[in-house]
């Protein structure tokens, strides 16, 4: 069984013209790292021209779908009858998109298939990681 999951989508670009620009973007989930999940955008999707990945919690994504969520770098909110809006917080701006609702519930339904909410910790390498923050002693 694998034990992560990337699932295509189509993310359009909030933009101030009024045609918002469709950018490819895939959402990932790795059993390995149980409450977190990302979001990555290709090189030519992005203004500095490198891929550029967003990491941020399960339950974040999730609880978006329904009201405003997050107060950090990463902010989740739904937008209309179908669409749910991902803002990134940065130094140079804010980034927001706007992804099809339909598309983020499957990706998480898949998640759950893969991880149940409220099981995460089952899967959590507590010495791999403990190690490594030891620096492998």
Known sequence: MS?????????????????????PAVLSY???????????????ATLEGT???WEFARELLAAGLDTPAGVGDVRVRPFGYDRTVLEFHAAE?????HVRTAEV???????????????????????????ELLGGS
């Open 30 to 44: 790795d059993r390995r790292d149980p409450f977190a999940v990302r979001m990555v955008f290709p090189a030519p």
């Open 93 to 97: 701006g804010i980034a927001m998109v």
């Open 51 to 53: 891929e550029v990945s």
């Open 105 to 131: 519930r499957r990706f998480l339904r898949r998640a759950q298939g893969l991880v149940p909410a409220g099981d995460e910790f089952r899967f959590l390498d507590l010495d791999g990681s403990l190690t």
């Open 3 to 23: 034990t992560v999951i990337e699932q295509s989508v189509q993310a359009r670009m909030v933009a101030s013209a009024p045609q918002m620009e469709t950018l």
